[in-house]
């Protein structure tokens, strides 16, 4: 059986290195193919991983931690992944010219509403973990638009609990249009005003305070006031 003058030991030595090569031949062509292949236009890319938390959710005041991390992972998170598979879909689609136009468009639809959801979810969580005080200049500023601090924040707080037990955002935004700043009534992630630049966001999506306080919409809005991160206010009204 080991003797090397076996000719059906040669053959069976010889296959298996022709099978080899040409496995590695293969292997070689596949990878030149990848290689050579385009790569995707930045349009129809997107991150696949979340960005952490930028504070510690055990010391948040009025939110505990259980509902934080849930509303990050599974809300904000499956948002940034559900993103990711509607973009390499749509950069697949580019090449199915028998695409009909309404089939595509729900793909556009839906990468709308997950890109609305990645970075109002992404403002949000950063204009948290704060200790809810504003500084003299963001209150002089306000005060300018609105009349006074407090009728800023009297609206904002009104146009949160008109979307209590449904869904949408409340934005402080200034609209680079018109200069105005205002407080925008949102009712989801793709009806954002136009021209404006977010400064402070509230969640008022369901997921963003029934864990802890039920249909309890006033009681969040008042948590929420407590956690406002206002160096980062001051930075996006300075930007």
Request: a neutral charge; aromatic letters at 10%; hydrophobic letters at 40%.
């Amino acid at each position: 059986m080991n003797n090397p003058k076996n000719p059906a030991r040669r053959d069976f030595v010889a296959a298996a290195a022709a099978g080899a090569g040409a496995i590695a031949v293969m292997g070689n062509e596949a990878s030149a193919a990848e290689s050579a292949a385009p790569p995707v236009p930045a349009a129809f890319r997107a991150g696949e991983t979340p960005k952490p938390l930028p504070f510690d959710p055990a010391k948040v005041q009025g939110l505990s931690e259980k509902l934080l991390r849930s509303h990050w992972e599974n809300n904000y998170g499956g948002s940034v992944k559900a993103l990711a598979a509607v973009k390499k879909r749509l950069a697949q689609a580019q090449a199915d010219k028998d695409m009909q136009p309404y089939v595509y468009n729900d793909l556009k639809r839906e990468a709308l509403i997950r890109t609305g959801s990645v970075v109002l979810h992404e403002l949000y969580f950063e204009n948290l973990g704060g200790d809810g005080k504003a500084g003299a200049r963001e209150r002089d500023r306000l005060a300018t638009s609105f009349g006074s601090f407090d009728a800023w924040e009297s609206e904002f707080r009104r146009i949160g609990a008109g979307l209590g037990g449904g869904s949408g955002w409340v934005m402080l935004g200034l609209n680079e249009h018109t200069r105005q700043l205002e407080n925008y009534w949102m009712a989801d992630h793709a009806t954002a005003p136009a021209s404006t630049r977010p400064i402070l966001v509230m969640d008022m999506y369901e997921h963003s305070y029934q864990m802890d306080y039920g249909a309890a919409a006033a009681k969040y809005i008042d948590a929420f006031f407590q956690n406002i991160q206002w160096e980062k206010v001051a930075q996006r009204l300075e930007a």
